[in-house]
């Protein structure tokens, strides 16, 4: 009897001591990671920055709680894969142009629509307006959360012609960066071929472009002037705009703790006061240094330039997204209300 009463004791101190060390790993696992983090661009491209700058300033907050694993140059995943990797669960983290994941939420070609948004400054005040709060619901709804919106300015860049109008545009083999875009310069005359920044140089190279769209950014960091005699830079004006966001997954969102969610929100507060404009507004100054030590032909866009695209757009690429995607006019009446 006795040995039951000690075997019976035993069994609950195994079950009670077992219990504490499962409770211990789960509270060490939920605040102890290493988050991974993705994207397309080279190290030490600004996006690639933005990643870094955002991961080292939480893991300091965190006291090395939470870590970051940087992938950048596409050695992860594809550009395109991530979005799916992402809801899963299977990304932590991206530096992420948002249009991409569009054939899955066509919604979020908003965020890349042609004239659309006047300047980066005014692009950063999406998050605390009606516009970006209804993006960062749609993100949500799918699975992948905003921390730090960046916007980008871009120009058109070509080996035949400079592209200033419209009717510049027909005939060339272009890459025109985003969905609704590719609808514009298909109705312009062109003929569209789709693909990363990450791939234009080659298809510059070899014939497969001869014209294309993307940002100020990525007209340096893949060093484009080497294949490129023209471009339209956005100085003063632009008709590319393009949300390139610090994304999280919403499932390694919610394996953090609500301290480091706190965390989390306050660095990137930071980032959007103290670091994303700054470090942005000098992206098209290092594009005409780039592109004016190379001998490549700029040309600055004016303000009947721009205007004339607008024009283009509204008839074009506007008409359609309202046309045909679920809640279209209303995303781009919250866009319009949010340029005045």
């Given at each position: 009897?006795?040995?039951?009463?000690?075997?019976?004791?035993?069994?609950?101190?195994?079950?009670?001591?077992?219990?504490?060390?499962?409770?211990?790993?789960?509270?060490?696992?939920?605040?102890?990671?290493?988050?991974?983090?993705?994207?397309?661009?080279?190290?030490?491209?600004?996006?690639?920055?933005?990643?870094?700058?955002?991961?080292?300033?939480?893991?300091?907050?965190?006291?090395?709680?939470?870590?970051?694993?940087?992938?950048?140059?596409?050695s992860l995943y594809k550009p395109k894969e991530q979005w799916d990797a992402m809801r899963k669960g299977a990304l932590d983290m991206s530096c992420f142009p948002l249009d991409y994941a569009s054939g899955?939420?066509?919604?979020?070609?908003?965020?890349?629509?042609p004239c659309s948004v006047a300047n980066i400054q005014q692009g950063l005040t999406w998050r605390n307006k009606p516009i970006g709060k209804k993006v960062d619901a749609l993100m949500e709804a799918n699975?992948?959360?905003?921390?730090?919106?960046?916007?980008?300015?871009?120009?058109?860049?070509?080996?035949?012609?400079?592209?200033?109008?419209?009717?510049?545009?027909?005939?060339?083999?272009?890459?025109?960066?985003?969905?609704?875009?590719?609808?514009?310069?298909?109705?312009?005359?062109?003929?569209?071929?789709?693909?990363?920044?990450?791939?234009?140089?080659?298809?510059?190279?070899?014939?497969?472009?001869?014209?294309?769209?993307?940002?100020?950014?990525?007209?340096?960091?893949?060093?484009?002037?080497?294949?490129?005699?023209?471009?339209?830079?956005?100085?003063?004006?632009?008709?590319?705009?393009?949300?390139?966001?610090?994304?999280?997954?919403?499932?390694?969102?919610?394996?953090?703790?609500?301290?480091?969610?706190?965390?989390?929100?306050?660095?990137?507060?930071?980032?959007?006061?103290?670091?994303?404009?700054?470090?942005?507004?000098?992206?098209?100054?290092?594009?005409?240094?780039?592109?004016?030590?190379?001998?490549?032909?700029?040309?600055?866009?004016?303000?009947?330039?721009?205007?004339?695209?607008?024009?283009?757009?509204?008839?074009?690429?506007?008409?359609?997204?309202?046309?045909?995607?679920?809640?279209?006019?209303?995303?781009?009446?919250?866009?319009?209300?949010?340029?005045?």
């Amino acid at each position: 009897m006795r040995s039951i009463k000690s075997l019976f004791c035993l069994t609950i101190i195994l079950a009670v001591a077992v219990s504490f060390l499962l409770i211990q790993a789960a509270t060490s696992s939920a605040k102890s990671m290493t988050l991974k983090v993705s994207h397309q661009f080279a190290k030490g491209d600004v996006r690639d920055q933005m990643g870094r700058v955002f991961g080292e300033m939480v893991t300091k907050r965190t006291n090395g709680e939470i870590k970051f694993r940087h992938y950048p140059a596409k050695s992860l995943y594809k550009p395109k894969e991530q979005w799916d990797a992402m809801r899963k669960g299977a990304l932590d983290m991206s530096c992420f142009p948002l249009d991409y994941a569009s054939g899955k939420v066509p919604q979020l070609s908003i965020t890349l629509m042609p004239c659309s948004v006047a300047n980066i400054q005014q692009g950063l005040t999406w998050r605390n307006k009606p516009i970006g709060k209804k993006v960062d619901a749609l993100m949500e709804a799918n699975g992948v959360r905003n921390l730090v919106w960046a916007w980008f300015d871009g120009g058109l860049g070509s080996k035949i012609r400079q592209i200033k109008v419209p009717a510049d545009v027909k005939g060339t083999k272009l890459r025109a960066a985003g969905k609704k875009y590719e609808f514009m310069m298909r109705e312009a005359g062109a003929s569209i071929t789709s693909m990363p920044s990450s791939e234009t140089y080659h298809a510059l190279s070899t014939g497969v472009l001869d014209t294309m769209m993307t940002s100020s950014a990525s007209f340096v960091s893949y060093r484009l002037y080497e294949v490129l005699k023209y471009i339209n830079a956005p100085r003063d004006y632009s008709i590319w705009y393009m949300a390139e966001n610090l994304v999280i997954s919403e499932k390694t969102w919610q394996r953090l703790t609500p301290e480091q969610q706190k965390i989390f929100m306050e660095v990137a507060e930071w980032m959007h006061v103290n670091w994303i404009y700054p470090n942005f507004k000098t992206l098209v100054d290092k594009l005409i240094a780039a592109y004016t030590k190379a001998g490549v032909d700029i040309h600055y866009m004016n303000e009947a330039e721009f205007n004339a695209w607008m024009e283009y757009a509204k008839e074009t690429a506007w008409k359609n997204f309202a046309e045909t995607v679920d809640g279209g006019q209303e995303l781009l009446d919250l866009a319009a209300d949010a340029m005045k």
